[in-house]
């Protein structure tokens, strides 16, 4: 029965970007609110669950975990398609993972469902001394893909809450306003309006 469900709305997530960036981490401690230093590739595909509340509405984030590696690109791209919401990771240390974010952002509009909600996120940003890509490069790619931008630390907890709980505000505004659409009564006047003529379309 639906009326046993402890949530009112279940957004999926999607984390990707090249491996070693952090994506893991960042999973972890919104997750669990801890973090480990000890690097451990993600082998396909993992995901984890929180629950939180939106402006009174309780919110199932399902968020998926990626491995960033070549080798399992087609199991994370077969991910792609049902998710509704995709935060593209970089690491603030590696300039070659930054300049990779277009790739992965092709990726997104190739396998991914029209109107999918992103989000750039720079992590690593408490390493401020091994920074290689500065906050203006983050947000000019941001402003160039036409996708919000955040900086935020898994080890040091910066911004993390609000990387997801942005994007999830996002995800629901937009799924209540398509719902709002499609409740709409909408009245068709075509051109052979009352004529009962012209091509039957099956759909």
């Known amino acids: 029965m639906s009326n046993n469900r402890n949530y009112d709305f279940l957004i999926k997530l999607l984390l990707i970007g090249d491996s070693g960036v952090g994506k893991s981490c960042c999973l972890l401690r919104f997750s669990e609110d801890s973090f480990t230093p000890s690097f451990i590739t993600t082998i396909g595909i993992d995901f984890k669950i929180r629950t939180i509340e939106l402006d009174g509405k309780r919110v199932k984030l399902q968020i998926w975990d990626t491995a960033g590696q070549e080798r399992f690109r087609t199991i994370t791209t077969a ?9 593209l990771v970089y690491d603030v240390t590696d300039e070659r993972s930054f300049n990779n974010i277009r790739t992965w ?6 396998h991914a469902t029209e109107g999918v909600n992103k989000i750039l996120i720079g992590n690593k940003c408490d390493w401020e001394e091994k920074r290689a890509v500065s906050t203006e490069q983050g947000q000019a790619l941001a402003d160039e893909l036409g996708i919000p931008f955040l900086e935020v630390s898994a080890k040091s907890n910066i911004n993390i809450d609000k990387a997801f709980y942005s994007l999830a505000a996002d995800i629901k505004k937009r799924i ?8 709409a ?8 309006s009352g004529s009962g003529l012209g091509g039957g379309k099956c759909c």
Request: aromatic share 10%; net charge negative.
């Open 185 to 192: 009564p909408t009245v068709n006047v075509g051109e052979q």
């Open 79 to 87: 991910y792609y398609r049902g998710a509704m919401g995709i935060l």
């Open 176 to 183: 209540i306003d398509t719902s709002k659409n499609e409740a």
């Open 105 to 110: 952002f092709a990726n997104v509009e190739q």
